[in-house]
């Protein structure tokens, strides 16, 4: 049962538009958010985190917002490159004494064109 | 520079075979991962190791086997008894926990004929 859902397989944006991610997840105990990027043939990389205290998080292009009562969370990317093309998963932590634990989103992955 | 080297980048066995991926990270982290990626999938945990000598079950261990005898190293043996090893597998990394970043290496895609 996957606890953490990414509904949109793909995404196809303008260079210079707005990509908006989404991402829900059904546990309430999740409580930390993060979002990763995957090019081809490499693993992914750390994009952008959230901690459910906060309702959003900003680092340059990019902008995570959290709704907790809908249990959604997005990741804006402000404008959009063609290096940003990859895969994005949204992955999400619980409140709990174990910190190793991640439940990851299957992943959306965004085209940027030119 | 420091990060996470997988090896091979490819792999190919039998049926039956026990295969062993390599993990070796120089950024001194104490955690390491072992994960799956499957198609239209999210990354799921088969093994973690919070120190030396010390691994836990993920959720997807059944048919896998690991050790830690070196802060390292996290090599991964995929057994016999995995129903459905060809998968794409993920090695990673982080100073403490998953809520710091996780550094992953740039895996090794495993094919079971």
């Known amino acids: 049962d996957q606890q953490v859902k990414q509904n949109s397989p793909s995404l196809s944006v303008q260079e210079g538009r707005i990509s908006i991610l989404n991402c829900d997840y059904t546990n309430s105990m999740f409580d930390y958010f993060l979002w990763y990027k995957k090019y081809p043939a490499e693993g992914p990389t750390f994009l952008i985190s959230i901690s459910s205290i906060k309702d959003k998080n900003e680092d340059g292009r990019f902008t995570v917002f959290l709704n907790k009562s809908a249990k959604h969370l997005s990741l804006h990317i402000v404008p959009s490159q063609p290096g940003d093309s990859a895969v994005y998963f949204c992955a999400a932590s619980p409140r709990s004494s174990n910190d190793y634990k991640l439940s990851f989103g299957a992943g959306t992955t965004v085209t940027v064109r030119a | 520079d420091g990060g996470i080297t997988q090896s091979p980048k490819y792999l190919f066995r039998k049926e039956g075979q026990n295969v062993t991926l390599s993990c070796e990270q120089n950024l001194n982290h104490d955690a390491m991962y072992w994960y799956r990626q499957d198609p239209g999938q999210g990354l799921r945990l088969i093994y973690y190791s919070q120190i030396v000598n010390d691994f836990q079950k993920g959720d997807i261990a059944e048919g896998y086997s690991v050790s830690r005898e070196k802060k390292e190293s996290f090599p991964l043996t995929v057994t016999s008894a995995q129903k459905n090893p060809t998968a794409f597998y993920l090695c990673?990394?982080?100073?403490?926990?998953?809520?710091?970043?996780?550094?992953f290496g740039n895996g090794t895609r495993l094919t079971v004929t």
């Open positions: 990673a990394s982080s100073t403490q926990g998953v809520r710091s970043p996780l550094h």
